[in-house]
């Protein structure tokens, strides 16, 4: 058995989803598990419509209203000569989300309504894409990933409980997926009382590696608009290449610096049973693209990771004393509770410093829990971050070019620059 996973830009249209009814009908001899993201920027969309339903901003009825026109006009797009069936579902899953978004809520309860209410864009998106095959002759099971992906109810970044998911998949999913197609969502999941989780941002990718792994599949191929795993973003560098192999323990460096082509906790799972994955385009599925799996040949280009957004902290003592004596651990049980993962860590005898993204909500109350233990904060905002995987002293310089570095780490064959733009 293979699985596939389509992102979220493979189904931003009619066309989109066309083009996956095509790729699936070239592989109809395979049997197939599929997982498809929510469409285009949807989720996004979801987030507003969070934010306003919980925050009570008055704006959820426009909101709901673009996602609605949004999804129709794709349904129109797909010229199916008899969507009734796919309306009735679509309409059912509208329906919901708006008694959702317009039940009222109390701040508190912001991360557990996300999940809630950001699941409907692959509940629709799947709903759509499945009817759609069916009209043209793909038979294929929708299955709501929910009954199968068992998480804890961390909201907004739950963690597999993976010895329940395995057994349910084992035992309930794959003698279904053994006899056709599976069209069924990433993302999304089941907590402790049947209460709908997400495992993070572009987590799909991690919901076809935790299929695979219980599946014990033969491969997982990513469907992307990019040809597969790049040396650096196109988009910053003009001459960046494809690399057309690449270890486990390589993409997974790449995944965790921030290489946004692989979601970091994807990889662990596929080494664990040494399942191949595949990276591949969806505009030119011909081409090979990339693989990823245990081979031996070494990654022997270096490879850019460009974050911008980044912000450095810089914490000291007020009364002279070591910053090791005590402020370490309350420091970082802060840092876990708002979830603020460091880019970089330093410290000396006198001052702790570490970059990371900045994502303002969080690292404002971060900040001030880190004032009240008494410490003086320096702040820098608006850096960039280069990092060079496989850095050599030519591409250390081809990169850095007259930039000023204000912050350099090295170690082993990974070096971080700390940029001011
Ligand atoms: N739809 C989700 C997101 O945009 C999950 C994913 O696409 O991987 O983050
Ligand atoms: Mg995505």
């Given amino acids: 058995m293979k699985i596939f996973k389509f992102g979220g830009a493979s189904v931003k249209d009619a066309n989109g989803v066309?083009?996956?009814?095509?790729?699936?009908?070239?592989?109809?001899?395979?049997?197939?598990?599929?997982?498809?993201?929510?469409?285009?920027?949807?989720?996004?969309?979801?987030?507003?419509?969070?934010?306003?339903?919980?925050?009570?901003?008055?704006?959820?009825?426009?909101?709901?209203?673009?996602?609605?026109?949004?999804?129709?006009?794709?349904i129109d797009g797909l010229d199916t000569s008899n969507p009734s069936a796919m309306l009735n579902d679509i309409e059912n899953l509208f329906l919901e989300l708006e008694c959702l978004a317009e039940t009222p809520s109390a701040p508190e309860e912001y991360d557990f309504v996300y999940d809630q209410v950001v699941s409907f864009g692959e509940l629709i998106s799947t709903k759509i894409v499945s009817h759609?095959?069916?009209?043209?002759?793909?038979?294929?099971?929708?299955?709501?990933?929910?009954?199968?992906?068992?998480?804890?109810?961390?909201?907004?970044?739950?963690?597999?409980?993976?010895?329940?998911?395995?057994?349910?998949?084992?035992?309930?999913?794959?003698?279904?997926?053994?006899?056709?197609?599976?069209?069924?969502?990433?993302?999304?999941?089941?907590?402790?009382?049947?209460?709908?989780?997400?495992?993070?941002?572009?987590?799909?990718?991690?919901?076809?590696?935790?299929?695979?792994?219980?599946?014990?599949?033969?491969?997982?191929?990513?469907?992307?608009?990019?040809?597969?795993?790049?040396?650096?973003?196109?988009?910053?560098?003009?001459?960046?290449?494809?690399?057309?192999?690449?270890?486990?323990?390589?993409?997974?460096?790449?995944?965790?610096?921030?290489?946004?082509?692989?979601?970091?906790?994807?990889?662990?799972?596929?080494?664990?049973?040494?399942?191949?994955?595949?990276?591949?385009?969806?505009?030119?599925?011909?081409?090979?693209?990339?693989?990823?799996?245990?081979?031996?040949?070494?990654?022997?280009?270096?490879?850019?990771?460009?974050?911008?957004?980044?912000?450095?902290?810089?914490?000291?003592?007020?009364?002279?004393t070591f910053i090791v004596e005590q402020n370490l651990e309350q420091i970082f049980r802060l840092l876990a509770q708002y979830k603020v993962r460091c880019n970089i860590i330093q410290n000396s005898a006198i001052s702790f410093s570490f970059v990371a993204d900045n994502k303002e909500n969080k690292m404002t109350s971060l900040l001030s829990e880190l004032e009240k233990l008494g410490l003086t904060i320096e702040i820098t905002e608006s850096l960039e971050l280069i990092t060079i995987y496989n850095a050599t002293e030519v591409s250390k310089n081809v990169i850095l070019g007259q930039k000023q570095v204000i912050l350099e780490q090295n170690t082993g064959n990974t070096a971080h620059y700390l940029l001011k733009p």
């Fill in 18 to 74: 066309k083009n996956i009814a095509k790729i699936l009908s070239d592989h109809s001899s395979e049997k197939l598990l599929v997982v498809i993201s929510a469409m285009g920027k949807s989720t996004n969309h979801l987030e507003r419509l969070v934010h306003a339903s919980v925050h009570n901003t008055g704006e959820t009825a426009v909101l709901l209203k673009e996602l609605k026109d949004y999804h129709y006009s794709i």
């Fill in 132 to 320: 759609f095959l069916l009209s043209e002759g793909l038979k294929n099971q929708w299955i709501d990933s929910r009954n199968f992906i068992i998480t804890d109810d961390r909201y907004r970044d739950a963690r597999i409980q993976w010895n329940e998911t395995e057994k349910i998949i084992i035992k309930k999913l794959k003698p279904l997926a053994e006899r056709q197609t599976v069209i069924t969502q990433g993302f999304i999941g089941r907590g402790p009382v049947n209460e709908t989780t997400t495992l993070g941002r572009e987590g799909s990718d991690y919901s076809a590696a935790i299929f695979a792994y219980c599946l014990n599949a033969d491969s997982v191929t990513i469907w992307k608009d990019v040809a597969g795993v790049m040396n650096a973003d196109p988009k910053k560098m003009d001459n960046a290449t494809l690399i057309p192999h690449l270890g486990y323990s390589d993409a997974i460096e790449l995944a965790y610096y921030g290489a946004s082509v692989i979601h970091p906790k994807t990889i662990q799972p596929l080494m664990a049973k040494n399942i191949p994955l595949f990276v591949k385009s969806f505009v030119n599925p011909e081409v090979p693209g990339t693989q990823v799996s245990n081979n031996s040949t070494t990654l022997n280009v270096p490879c850019y990771i460009f974050k911008e957004n980044q912000v450095l902290v810089e914490l000291k003592t007020r009364d002279f």
